[in-house]
């Protein structure tokens, strides 16, 4: 059975130990050989042929909710928006109503210090109040305690444990002061109801900002998602008529008006228009495109009406392939969150079990009122140490990194690779559609006699030719419009050139082996030959009748925006190495224009493959940046690989990194982009490290000695609620981010 992907929207997920937990049901589960939770989006993807049904027991089993997400993905995100819409509401109220009863409280106490329990009318007033607080604790705080009964039915822990014992004990142990005070010492008798209210309003409210917060991080998903036009204007039997994108089928002759939106993949048969593709491609400008042009689904088209034949639909297009990298992308871990899923993995177990000893200890060792003492020490662990802030610290930041990507034209394929861009030492890169435009084009013609005849009867005799020098050579004579005569006796001989008749006249055009091979002097020549290869040209040797005629200089012109991309690399610290096949002279020619620091030319593409290898090997930290089939072996050895988006689908899909446009500068973008997003997971992880490592200590009473006082459980509720609110801010601090340099 082949495999396939399902998505599930999850409901309970809260922290990091309930995404291991999730995905190690998952994992148990025959079938299933990947399973990705995105805390972020509360969505679980599974890749496999586990049956739906099957996943969605295992994650209930785990004691979370699940469903499977049935409709399409613009039809799913706007389900999440309003989900999240309303839980913002109802956490706000729940929040509100929570705060309500604990504010005054805790203001009573600071004002009056009176919260214990010493006669009958003390008792009946703190009753009235507990029971309050019991019924804040049920409609405002209820998600908590049944998260935490699920949890422990399954035997498991989590951030619902954690908050469920401290609230719940709190309240208990004031029920208990107010029941029976006598059982209590005196300076014991204290309640706690404010801390109960206070903990459950401070954490709801937290939870609502980063829901508001978290809803900024999916923007780049939600913004290819609007490119996507709802209908087509498509021509059957004779008339336009306009039906959803989904009923486009392959074949399908399509109408796009100036104004409109590209609805799928095709080419253009009719027409001519300026095609904005800044939106795929990050492309300032307009492109032309006439009949035989490609157009991609999500464009728009500027100016004028174009008819064009559907070839891609559906998940097929372009754009529905962009927007699946990118949410596989954010759904992937980078390595470096394997520290944080490691600790989750133990953390809740371990902050129950040092709850636990720090209250023995108050206990045992502590001042009068221990049993007081003892209460708000255990309530302030559980509280502070909750993980929400560690379990957030990285899945936040690859989502809105990759989405930031995708804005500038940079698509990731994975988590690690968006690690990895960001230690390259050495990039090596391709040169022919990489560094050059991958046209070449005729730059030079010398002959002894009419030049103009020359390129016509040349142009005649490659026209049976498939090389792209000889494309070249037969586009430069039709753009001076000359009419090509008929090929006889055409031959081509392999690494040397071609022959053949044209007008009644005997044709050699080739390289100097030919020329030597069919004993023709060129001796005229060769200085002007190897000052064209000096420059970067090829210059090809022309033969009439037996005499040499003359030579033709073809090039494949640099980008223009080659040389600022190499300099803007080398900024970044980078060794820059190129790899080609084509001849030394002219290799070396390019890498001195460009102030490359290596070349290795005249390479089959298993020498690539090799060459990255022998660097990695040395210690270096390898990308590589190429267009072509024969570049699929190295862009997979290296650490990272760059297809550049103008080059094949079998360099794309081999790629870690495909940039959608064909410009050194994207390589540029996502190594900036890659050291800034590591920046940022490790300031949150940072900030979720020193938050528990300094928090638990303090709650448990390590600053008792020097101040004379406890951690409040409100303060500690108050801290865990803005943890996790400073991470998914922070994290959204990234989508302020710009390429240092753009090209032109």
């Not at 080398?570 to 790899?579: D, N, S, V």
């Not at 990308?623 to 570049?631: K, R, V, Y």
């Amino acid at each position: 059975m082949a495999q396939s992907k399902q998505t599930f929207t999850l409901s309970g997920a809260s922290c990091a130990s309930c995404v291991n937990k999730i995905e190690r049901a998952l994992q148990r589960l025959p079938g299933v050989a990947e399973a990705r939770v995105n805390l972020a989006e509360k969505t679980v993807a599974v890749r496999g042929t586990a049956a739906a049904d099957a996943c969605v027991q295992a994650i209930e089993n785990a004691g979370y909710g699940a469903a499977l997400a049935r409709v399409g993905e613009r039809e799913l995100r706007e389900q999440q928006r309003q989900v999240d819409r309303a839980h913002y509401r109802e956490l706000l109220w729940r929040a509100g109503l929570a705060l309500a009863l604990g504010g005054p409280l805790m203001a009573w106490g600071l004002l009056t210090g009176e919260m214990s329990v010493h006669n009958p009318a003390q008792q009946l007033a703190w009753g009235a109040v507990g029971l309050l607080t019991l019924a804040v604790l049920i409609y405002c705080g209820g998600h908590f305690f049944t998260g935490a009964w699920k949890a422990f039915r399954h035997h498991n822990a989590n951030m619902d444990t954690l908050i469920a014992l401290g609230t719940g004990t709190a309240w208990a142990f004031s029920m208990l002061v107010v029941l029976a005070p006598q059982l209590l010492p005196a300076l014991a008798r204290h309640v706690y109801f404010e801390a109960s209210a206070m903990i459950i309003g401070l954490i709801n409210l937290g939870q609502a900002l980063e829901i508001r917060a978290r809803g900024r991080t999916s923007a780049a998903v939600e913004k290819l998602l609007q490119l996507q036009d709802a209908t087509a204007r498509v021509l059957r039997d004779g008339e336009e008529v306009d039906v959803p994108v989904e009923q486009v089928q392959l074949g399908d002759r399509l109408r796009v008006r100036p104004g409109e939106k590209v609805p799928v993949d095709g080419t253009v048969i009719e027409g001519s228009s300026l095609v904005d593709e800044s939106m795929l491609t990050g492309e300032p400008l307009p492109v032309q495109k006439s009949e035989g042009d490609f157009l991609s689904s999500g464009t728009l088209n500027r100016n004028g009406t174009l008819l064009f034949t559907a070839e891609k639909v559906g998940a097929e297009t372009r754009l529905a392939q962009i927007i699946e990298m990118v949410k596989s992308a954010q759904n992937s871990r980078v390595p470096i969150a394997r520290l944080a899923d490691t600790i989750s993995a133990v953390f809740v177990p371990v902050v129950m079990i040092v709850a636990v000893l720090a209250a023995l200890a108050w206990f045992n060792w502590g001042p009068e009122p221990k049993v007081a003492h003892m209460l708000v020490v255990a309530t302030a662990v559980l509280i502070i140490a909750c993980p929400c802030a560690l379990g957030l610290a990285t899945p936040m930041s690859v989502m809105v990194g990759v989405g930031k990507g995708a804005e500038h034209g940079v698509l990731v394929r994975n988590g690690k690779a968006l690690q990895q861009a960001s230690k390259l030492t050495t990039l090596v890169v391709d040169k022919t559609g990489t560094l050059t435009e991958g046209r070449p084009r005729v730059t030079d013609l010398q002959a002894d006699g009419d030049e103009q005849e020359l390129l016509r009867l040349l142009a005649s005799l490659e026209q049976a030719s498939e090389h792209p020098l000889a494309e070249a050579i037969v586009a430069e004579a039709r753009e001076r419009g000359m009419r090509l005569g008929k090929v006889q006796d055409f031959e081509a001989i392999t690494a040397h050139g071609v022959a053949g008749t044209v007008d009644g006249r005997a044709l050699l055009f080739g390289n100097r082996k030919l020329m030597q091979r069919e004993n023709v002097d060129v001796a005229q020549w060769r200085e002007a030959a190897g000052a064209l290869a000096a420059k970067g040209r090829t210059a090809i040797y022309a033969a009439i009748d037996g005499e040499a005629a003359g030579i033709i200089a073809v090039a494949d012109p640099l980008r223009e925006d080659a040389k600022s991309a190499i300099k803007r690399l080398k900024r970044l610290g980078l060794e820059i190495q190129m790899l080609t096949g084509d001849n030394r002279a002219t290799a070396e020619a390019v890498a001195a224009q460009l102030g490359i620091d290596a070349v290795h030319a005249e390479l089959l593409p298993e020498d690539k493959e090799s060459i990255v290898a022998e660097l990695q090997a040395k210690g270096g930290h390898v990308g590589m940046a190429g267009d072509g089939i024969n570049d699929a072996p190295a862009l997979a050895r290296a650490q990272v690989g760059f297809a550049i988006g103008a080059g094949t689908d079998v360099a794309i899909e081999t790629a870690d990194v495909t940039l959608m446009r064909s410009s050194l500068h994207g390589v540029a973008d996502a190594i900036e982009l890659s050291r800034a997003t590591l920046r940022n997971i490790k300031q949150n992880l940072f900030g979720a490290f020193v938050y528990n490592t300094l928090g638990i200590p303090i709650a448990a009473g390590l600053l008792y000695p020097l101040t004379g006082s406890l951690l409040s459980p409100v303060i500690a509720g108050a801290a865990m609620a803005l943890s996790s609110v400073t991470v998914v801010s922070n994290a959204n601090r990234l989508r302020l981010f710009k390429p240092s340099e753009v090209s032109a």
